[in-house]
């Protein structure tokens, strides 16, 4: 009898110490991966490098693609769907369309507006500027998310390097 409790004893702590093991171990959703891949992409565009671009268009939709979803909480799963469709279909764009600046260019406007949508839901692991750029777009204006204070516009490049203005720290 003593054996029998003692044995449904010790199963229930392997029980309970296997599950808090296996939580700990859950990996947590980050968008740190996807940020570095984006201002890359930003950084290629700023340097007027469509090569560049591409390349980093293609390993940020690379990492779209690989997000396991179940890391994200159910409550927060159907806005990051949202914001990973349309920013999957821009930053495949972007890649597909290495040599034509001007249209990565278009689909990095609305990327941006993307990124930025997913740092306010999710955060992000380092400190982030939203730039704005008024004259884009015929002067209806377009954002970008910036790791610096620093105005790099790469909407135009070294057209108007600098031309743009920091909004707010993410």
Not at 56 to 63: E, H, R, S, V
Request: with cysteine; aromatic share 8%.
């Amino acid at each position: 009898m003593k054996n029998t409790i003692l044995s449904a004893i010790v199963m229930v702590f392997v029980m309970v110490s296997g599950n808090a093991q296996s939580k700990k171990t859950e990996a947590k959703f980050s968008t740190e991966q996807i940020v570095a891949n984006y201002l890359a992409l930003k950084n290629a565009l700023a340097k007027d490098d469509s090569s560049g671009a591409g390349k980093a268009g293609k390993a940020l939709y690379a990492t779209f693609k690989s997000v396991n979803v179940k890391s994200i909480s159910p409550k927060s799963k159907a806005a990051y769907l949202d914001i990973a469709d349309d920013a999957k279909e821009h930053a495949e764009h972007i890649g597909a369309n290495g040599g034509n600046i001007e249209h990565q260019r278009e689909h990095f406007a609305l990327l941006s507006k993307d990124i930025n949508d997913l740092i306010k839901t999710f955060g992000a692991a380092k400190t982030l500027y939203q730039d704005s750029c008024p004259m884009y777009d015929g002067g209806k204006g377009a954002i970008w998310i910036s790791e610096t204070k620093e105005i790099k516009n790469p909407y135009y490049g070294s057209k108007m390097l600098t031309c743009g203005s920091m909004k707010k720290q993410l």
